[in-house]
C-alpha cells in the first residue's frame, strides 16, 4: 500500500457509479477496487449515495433527540432487561468498553504513540451513552441452530414519538441497509470475489437499527469518552451523519487517530469494518477500531447549536446500523484473501501479527464475542 494512499481523510465512495453503469465497466470496477482498498487500509470509507437524503437523516435525528430528552421513567417503559435488551432502550452507565478489559486490545493502545491513543479506558467505567435497538433483520426460511429471539419491536407510547416512530425508523434503516449491501457488493468485486459473496452470506443476518445517544448537557465537557475504544462484532456498520463530530477512527497501517469529518452537507454515509468481516477475510480487512468523544469540534458545535438551535435537546445522535452475517453462515477465511492477508503482513511497513481465524459458524462467535466482552457493542445477545 503506497503512502500516497494514506491521508487524514477517509476514501469516497460513490455508490451512485456503482448502480448507474454496466457492472462489467470500468468506472465500476475501479469504484470497487476503491472500496475493497479503503477497507483493506483504513477499515473504513465514507459513501455518496443519492438515496440518503438529508431530510429524512434529519427526521430520524430529530426524533430520535425527542424520545431520549423524555423522562427516565418515560425510558424505561422501554427497557426489556429480561430478554438481554435485544430490543427496545439501553439506558446511560449499562455498556462497557470491551477493550478495557481485553489483554491483547490493551496491547494495541500500549503499541501506538502516546499522541495518538484513545482517551484513556482503564477505569472500566461503563460508557454515558443510551441506545435503542430496532430488529431490521428477516428470519430465516430455514431451521436454524440459533433462533433469534422471537420479541417483538417497541414502539414507544409518548404520542409525539409513537405516530411516526416505527415509519421513520424504518425509512432510514432502509437507507442504511440498502446503502451497506450495495458496499458489501462493491467491496466483493474489488476483492476479485463475486458480487453476491458477503450480501448472501449476511442475506438472513440479525441485522440492527441500533442509533445512540449522549446528553451533551451531562456529558459534554472536552475528554469525556460517550463510547470506548472498541472493534464492533458485526461485518459492516453504517452510521449517517451525526450532528456533532466525535468519532475517532484507527487505520491498521498507520497508527493515527483520524477524527471522522463528513462533507458539511450532501448525501453521505460512512461505513466501518467490523469482526466478521476480518474473519471472512483472514485478517486482510480488519475490524475497524473506533472511540466517540467529546473533543474540541464536538465542543464547538455544541456551542454553536445553542445559537443556531436554541429549542433543541442537545444529545449527540449517531444513527448506526449494524449489518450481520447469518447466524447458521459458515464463518471461515476466504483462502485467496488469507493469502493476501500473509503477503500484506510481510510487508514491513504494516502492523500486526498474522492471526488465526478458526472455522466455526456465525452463530459461535457471536456467542464468544459476547461472552468474552460482557456487553458488546452490536448485539446484546
Ligand atoms: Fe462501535
Known amino acids: 500500500m503506497s503512502e500516497s494512499f494514506l491521508s487524514e481523510t477517509l476514501p469516497l465512495i460513490d455508490v451512485d457509479v456503482f448502480l448507474s453503469n454496466p457492472l462489467e465497466s470500468e468506472v465500476v470496477l475501479e469504484e470497487c477496487r476503491k472500496a475493497a482498498d479503503a477497507l483493506i487500509t483504513y477499515g473504513a470509507l465514507l459513501l455518496h ?18 424520545y ?5 421513567a418515560e425510558l424505561k417503559k422501554d427497557e426489556r432487561p429480561d430478554i438481554m435488551y435485544q430490543v427496545g432502550v439501553t439506558l446511560e452507565n449499562t455498556e462497557k468498553p470491551k477493550c478495557a478489559a481485553d489483554e491483547p486490545c490493551l ?7 502516546p499522541a495518538e491513543r484513545p482517551l484513556d479506558i482503564s477505569g472500566h467505567h461503563p460508557d454515558p451513552k443510551c441506545r435503542f435497538f430496532w430488529k431490521m433483520g428477516a428470519p430465516p426460511p430455514y431451521e436454524t441452530q440459533y433462533p433469534a429471539l422471537n420479541a417483538p419491536n417497541v414502539v414507544p407510547q409518548a404520542p409525539h414519538i409513537n405516530d411516526k416512530w416505527e415509519e421513520t425508523l424504518e425509512k432510514w434503516g432502509t437507507v442504511l441497509k440498502n446503502a451497506v449491501e450495495n458496499i458489501a457488493e462493491m467491496s466483493a ?3 476479485g470475489l463475486p458480487l453476491e459473496t458477503f450480501k448472501d452470506a449476511g442475506k438472513y443476518g440479525p441485522h440492527l437499527l441500533g442509533p445512540t445517544a449522549s446528553d451533551l448537557r451531562k456529558y459534554g465537557k472536552k475528554n469525556t469518552i460517550l463510547a470506548g475504544f472498541h472493534t464492533d462484532l458485526n461485518c459492516f ?20 487517530r483520524i477524527p471522522v469529518r463528513f462533507p458539511p452537507t450532501g448525501r453521505y454515509l460512512l461505513v466501518q469494518a467490523g469482526k466478521q468481516l476480518e474473519h471472512l477475510t483472514g485478517g486482510l480487512i480488519k475490524a475497524g477500531f473506533h472511540e466517540v468523544v467529546v473533543n474540541e469540534a464536538t465542543v464547538q458545535t455544541i456551542g454553536k447549536r445553542k445559537i443556531t438551535n436554541p429549542g433543541r435537546p442537545c444529545i449527540r445522535i449517531s444513527s448506526t ?42 452463530g459461535q462467535q457471536v456467542q464468544k464475542y459476547a461472552h468474552d466482552h460482557s456487553n458488546s457493542d452490536s448485539t446484546l445477545m
Open 49 to 66: 449515495d443519492s438515496r440518503a437524503l438529508e431530510d429524512d437523516n434529519a427526521a430520524f435525528l430529530d426524533l430520535l433527540e425527542d
Open 189 to 191: 468485486i474489488g476483492l
Open 107 to 113: 496491547q494495541i493502545i500500549a503499541r501506538l504513540d
Open 321 to 362: 446500523f449494524f449489518w450481520h452475517l447469518s447466524s447458521d453462515y459458515d464463518l471461515a477465511p476466504i483462502q485467496a484473501l488469507a493469502a493476501r492477508a500473509r503477503s500484506l503482513l510481510s510487508d514491513s511497513t504494516v502492523s500486526g501479527a498474522v492471526e488465526s481465524y478458526e472455522p466455526m459458524k456465525v
Open 237 to 256: 456498520t453504517i452510521h449517517g451523519r451525526s450532528r456533532y463530530p466525535g468519532l475517532h477512527i484507527w487505520a491498521r497501517n498507520t497508527g493515527k
Open 68 to 72: 431520549f430528552d423524555q423522562p427516565d
